[in-house]
């Protein structure tokens, strides 16, 4: 039976760094969860010698995702949420070439990654993503660790005694919630909208004015991600030979426009035109824009995945640019709280993992999120918002996982572009549907999404053995 936990919208809203939320930001909150542990234990002085062994999908697919990067990143102590991502080249040259660590910022050690990361293909049966720590003592004994990165940037333990510990802490919440019928009761019997509802829970944890703090530092990245790729030409690194394509498709759109800065951005595009093609066009160029950030090792927001990162945003910056010029952050928050809530609801009932079920995990659930969010934003009752991602992920179930070199490039980006225009279209087919009329609810769709994640060959589950990884070669990019 499926463990329940209590998520707070912050653990399905993370920034980090790309390409990947379980093969990089995982692998490096990883390393840095065990160097806490060694101090905890009063062991990290003492040790001598490090080895890292990835299993599973972190090997399978690891180089692509640069898991072997991040093990480093997060063995010197740095944090992914605010170290420059222009510097890590550097610190990975430095390692490489010196042969050493500098071991959480404080120690420097004898490391060569070539041989002192090791690439197993066997899968561990806890989780598709094992990643063991072990270290040699200058007692001569040695201490080991095994973590999983488990999708969304979570990483846990076998016996899951942080996630225990942290359930207890969030059973303080005023709405406890672990399913859409749950939900949908509380907001009946308070009369409340479910970003309301969200948020009292959320503050059980934190203040009001921190929460909107840290929701203006996640859209703050968000909008960078989006604006950063838009503006920038080239081609991704991996050796597939990928052309941004961000950067063309919005220099066709906004032409000739004068700007200095992402909010006379926003305005500058709040000004040419809106047909249909048009509006497909902006919301695939911001849905492209972040995840071509994210296939360079850029900063992102993990929403829920690194890898399905460019669809909340490119749904949000469609509100503000197409339907409501006039909206301010009060609708993000709202917008924010919704999406967290609704990824919640899958990462408890199902997985966001793609090594667990497939690319339906990422890109489905991250379309149901921006689906719900919009419907709210829209004026959608909760029953017509938790309709809306119904839709989004019915239509999406059973999508497979199978990135072409392992990285996440082909077909990631054009995914996030997808999921987006699909989040728009369930948000209006619901807000059109007297919800009293659904046929399928979205427990039964999460129910539906953990079978088929669990029947899924496993080739199909970021491995690069099956599909599009296997029918395209590299040589044909």
Excluded at 1 to 19: A, C, Q, T
Excluded at 66 to 81: F, H, K, S, Y
């Amino acid at each position: 039976m499926k463990k329940i936990e209590s998520i707070s919208v912050f653990d399905m809203l993370k920034i980090g760094v790309g390409p990947s939320s379980s093969h990089t930001l995982g692998p490096w909150r990883a390393a840095r969860r065990w160097i806490s542990k060694l101090k905890d234990k009063g062991k990290f002085d003492n040790v001598e010698r490090i080895t890292v062994e990835l299993y599973g999908s972190l090997t399978l697919t690891g180089k692509g995702h640069a898991t072997d990067i991040a093990v480093l990143l997060g063995l010197e102590g740095l944090d992914p949420q605010k170290f420059p991502i222009e510097d890590i080249s550097g610190v990975i040259e430095r390692i490489k070439k010196e042969k050493k660590l500098s071991f959480n910022s404080e120690r420097l050690l004898d490391f060569d990654s070539e041989t002192q990361i090791i690439f197993n293909k066997k899968f561990k049966p806890f989780h598709p993503n094992g990643i063991t720590f072990r270290a040699q003592l200058s007692s001569a004994k040695r201490t080991t660790d095994t973590f999983y990165s488990i999708g969304g940037g979570f990483v846990v333990q076998e016996e899951r005694k942080r996630s225990k510990i942290k359930q207890e802490q969030l059973k303080g919440f005023p709405y406890p919630i672990q399913s859409g019928k749950e939900l949908l009761a509380y907001c009946k019997a308070e009369n409340l909208k479910i970003s309301e509802l969200v948020l009292e829970n959320e503050k059980s944890l934190n203040t009001e004015e921190e929460i909107n703090f840290r929701l203006k530092e996640i859209w703050n990245v968000m909008l960078d991600s989006m604006y950063t790729g838009c503006h920038t030409e080239g081609t991704l690194p991996g050796g597939l030979n990928v052309r941004r394509r961000a950067f063309d498709s919005h220099k066709n759109l906004i032409g000739d426009c004068n700007y200095t800065n992402a909010e006379e951005w926003i305005t500058a595009i709040r000004g040419t035109e809106v047909k249909f093609r048009q509006i497909l066009k902006w919301v695939s160029c911001f849905a492209l824009a972040v995840n071509e950030v994210n296939a360079s090792l850029g900063r992102v927001v993990t929403a829920p995945t690194n890898g399905s990162a460019g669809v909340i945003p490119a749904v949000m910056m469609y509100y503000m640019v197409i339907e409501n010029h006039d909206a301010n952050f009060e609708d993000i928050r709202q917008f924010m709280l919704v999406a967290g809530e609704i990824g919640s609801l899958f990462k408890k009932g199902a997985t966001i993992s793609a090594a667990m079920g497939g690319c339906q995990a990422e890109i489905g659930v991250s379309s149901a999120m921006a689906a719900g969010a919009l419907t709210e934003l829209m004026g959608g009752t909760p029953e017509q918002v938790l309709m809306a991602s119904e839709i989004a992920m019915e239509h999406h179930l059973g999508l497979t996982c199978d990135p072409i070199a392992g990285l996440v490039q082909i077909p990631c980006i054009e995914r996030n572009a997808m999921g987006a225009i699909k989040a728009i279209n369930a948000c209006e087919m619901a807000l059109d549907t007297d919800a009293r009329n659904a046929k399928v609810p979205l427990d039964k769709v999460i129910e539906t999404m953990w079978q088929t994640a669990k029947d899924m060959n496993s080739k199909y589950k970021e491995t690069s053995e099956g599909g599009l990884a296997v029918n395209v070669a590299l040589s044909d990019c």
